[in-house]
T-cell receptor, first 115, second 112 residues
Framework: KAGVTQTPRYLIKTRGQQVTLSCSPI?????VSWYQQTPGQGLQFLFE???????NKGNFPGRFSGRQFSNSRSEMNVSTLELGDSALYLC??????????????FGSGTRLTVV | AQSVTQLGSHVSVSEGALVLLRCNYS??????LFWYVQYPNQGLQLLLK??????LVKGINGFEAEFKKSETSFHLTKPSAHMSDAAEYFC??????????FGAGTILRVKS
């Protein structure tokens, strides 16, 4: 079956702009999580959506937001971009079953560069 | 909060040698533990997962990991390294709410 699809793969934006990233999970998966990966901070959890509701949120400013649609596709938005937002943004798809044993399948990521 | 420590940001082995990547976790409850691999400009690929069914977990590409509660460790091993194993490896623990907490990663270099 198809994997997790993230679009676009690469983005270059200017400081102060906003950006929207998209993630299509594996068919049948209802949970989508977003992670930010940077050389300095490593992999950090942004938020998780399950059945169109944000179920968990990491420690990021309000400029970072997301949503999930009825078909489980998710988008994340970053407003008023800063240079420090340059990162690889990864989306992870899972069945969303409660408990800590869910398997997470990651997409290839969106590489965002802010100039 | 749960946390993960990966000892050694870089590990170098010769082709055919044993691979050992170290991971220690901190958790107040029985953890679920994961190892992921990341190749350049790619996402994360699941190697294996511990969910308390068995302490020795076998994964893909010949990797395995052993859960040792007394040592709070979940080290990743492979008997014989291959050039294609060169990548970055991440250990992660799953907290409540389906969130993963990752270690800082270990870059594995395989010398010919």
């Amino acid at each position: 079956k198809a994997g997790v699809t993230q679009t676009p793969r690469y983005l270059i934006k200017t400081r102060g702009q906003q950006v929207t990233l998209s993630c299509s999970p594996i068919s049948g998966h209802r949970s989508v999580s977003w992670y930010q990966q940077t050389p300095g901070q490593g992999l950090q959890f942004l938020f998780e959506y399950f059945s169109e509701t944000q179920r968990n949120k990491g420690n990021f400013p309000g400029r970072f937001s997301g949503r999930q649609f009825s078909n489980s596709r998710s988008e994340m938005n970053v407003s008023t971009l800063e240079l420090g937002d340059s990162a690889l943004y990864l989306c992870a798809s899972s069945s969303g079953l409660q408990g800590r044993g869910s398997s997470y399948t990651f997409g290839s990521g969106t590489r965002l560069t802010v100039v | 909060a749960q946390s993960v420590t990966q000892l050694g940001s870089h590990v170098s082995v010769s082709e055919g040698a044993l691979v050992l990547l170290r991971c220690n976790y901190s958790s107040s409850v029985p953890p679920y533990l994961f190892w992921y691999v990341q190749y350049p400009n790619q996402g994360l690929q699941l190697l294996l997962k511990y969910t308390s069914a068995a302490t020795l977990v076998k994964g893909i590409n010949g990797f395995e990991a052993e859960f040792k509660k007394s040592e709070t460790s979940f080290h990743l091993t492979k008997p014989s390294a291959h050039m294609s194993d060169a990548a970055e490896y991440f250990c992660a623990v799953s907290e409540s709410g389906n969130k993963l907490v990752f270690g800082a990663g270990t870059i594995l270099r395989v010398k010919s």
